[in-house]
């Protein structure tokens, strides 16, 4: 069974400070994505990453940045929180990138972390 | 610009009964579906993935049909059980320019009565 952990399930942070998320998958994937969640707006692409030190933006990457040091971690970076970043982060991996049009496009998520921004 | 709809929004039914949710999408042109469930505060668990050149996936209790020259596809749940309450989700793989994503709908809230 694909396993994808994530650091933290709740986290309460002060506006301004430098928050780190962090996921790790034990499938050998080589793509990894970054979702927020947010009641209304569903989930909504941040990042995602094709290789190791390779990354792309996906909808709405401002005030996030990320990185992907090894296949397995993938971390998502906010530079200095604000209240707008409060909601539930999702990631996933999979072991074929979106597009490829086969069973290997599943992906697979992590339990979620909520984040509130005070 | 693809567009993902979910209908309904909520849904709640007795237990034992079939039930069919449905997801709508704009733009036929897509690689795949997939049909997740989400727990309350939880991550997504992927139920099934239909191919684009496939018309049905089932897995158990679950059937997944797609119809993507109308832009359709259903979820049937037979004999519904209180373990099946949850948020289902569908999402398209779709070719958007630089980046090739997923699309989410916003979900129907099932909630099976014992």
């Known amino acids: 069974d694909v396993k994808v952990t994530q650091s933290s399930r709740y986290l309460v942070k002060r506006t301004g400070e430098k928050v780190f998320l962090e996921c790790v998958q034990d499938m050998d994937h080589e793509n990894m994505f970054w979702y927020r969640q947010d009641p209304g707006l569903g989930l909504r692409l941040i990042y995602f990453s094709y290789d190791v030190k390779m990354k792309e933006k996906g909808d709405i990457p401002e005030g996030y940045s990320v990185s992907r040091e090894k296949k397995e971690r993938f971390s998502l970076i906010l530079e200095s929180a604000s209240t707008n970043q409060t909601s539930m982060y999702l990631c996933?991996?999979?072991?074929?990138?979106?597009?490829?049009?086969?069973?290997?496009?599943?992906?697979?998520f992590g339990p979620g972390t909520r984040l509130l921004v005070l | 610009k693809q567009e993902v709809t979910q209908i309904p929004a909520a849904l709640s039914v007795p237990e034992g009964e079939n039930l069919v949710l449905n997801c709508s999408f704009t733009?036929?042109?897509?690689?795949?579906l997939q049909w997740f469930r989400q727990d309350p505060g939880k991550g997504l668990t992927s139920l099934l993935l239909i191919q684009s050149s496939q018309r049905e996936q089932t897995s158990g209790r679950l059937n997944a049909s797609l119809d993507k020259s109308s832009g359709r596809s259903t979820l049937y749940i037979a004999a519904s059980q209180p373990g099946d309450s949850a948020t289902y989700l569908c999402?398209?793989?779709?070719?958007?320019?630089?980046?090739?994503?997923?699309?989410f709908g916003t979900g129907t809230l099932l909630a099976v009565q014992p």
């Open positions: 996933a991996s999979s072991l074929y990138a979106v597009g490829v049009g086969g069973s290997g496009e599943t992906q697979y």
């Open positions: 733009d036929s042109a897509i690689y795949n």
């Open positions: 999402a398209v793989s779709n070719y958007g320019g630089a980046t090739n994503k997923l699309i």
